[in-house]
């Protein structure tokens, strides 16, 4: 195979892997789920559409996530699509031990009892459909079964370690 003399290959090693990642550009989402013991919820940028029929999206999540054990009971969760400005409420989801639904988030109960967050472009309510071990997270799929349209705000994206959003023009 011939490779450009201006691409240098290199090894693939956890650094590099993360650098060459962080050039992606993507959504921010949180992933909110009802469980006994109180609503639990993260931030993913690894979400994306799987099928549109029937509808399914995923992402994945650490298995070392301290999310992972409530969560990973929970039958149905939200996925809240993020609109540009909404940076802290990124930050706080994806911030340990931080109190990601006190104040000053502002959310409401949806179906089955699910967070939906105040200011999202976009809730799509799913109910689990799989669950895959895969390498050192877990790859999760949902099936849409409801979703909410918001205002049609600009997303929050993330490329290379900050948050942005969408030029005008």
């Known amino acids: 195979m011939s490779v450009s003399h201006d691409v240098e290959l290199r ?6 892997f993360r650098e060459a990642l962080a050039r992606h550009a993507t959504g921010v989402v949180v992933v909110t789920a009802a469980t006994p013991s109180g609503p639990v919820g993260f931030t993913v940028t690894s979400f994306t559409s799987v ?3 029937p509808p399914l999206i995923s992402f994945c999540l650490g298995r070392g996530s301290s999310s992972w054990p ?7 969760f939200a996925a809240n699509l993020l609109a540009a400005g909404q940076e802290d409420v990124a930050a706080r989801f994806a911030r ?23 200011g999202s472009t976009t809730h799509l309510v799913c109910r689990r459909h799989a669950a895959i071990p895969v ?15 918001g205002p049609g705000d600009a997303p929050l994206l993330y490329h290379r370690g900050r948050f942005g959003q969408l030029a005008e023009g």
């Open 96 to 118: 340990r031990g931080a109190d990601r639904f006190g104040a000053p988030t502002r959310w409401i109960e949806g179906p089955a009892g699910l967070p939906l967050l105040h």
């Open 51 to 53: 099928s549109q029929e």
């Open 135 to 149: 390498g050192d997270h877990i790859l999760v799929v949902g099936l849409v079964v409801e979703t909410a349209l």
């Open 70 to 76: 409530r969560f990973g009971r929970a039958r149905h």
């Open 11 to 16: 090894p693939v090693t956890a650094r590099v």
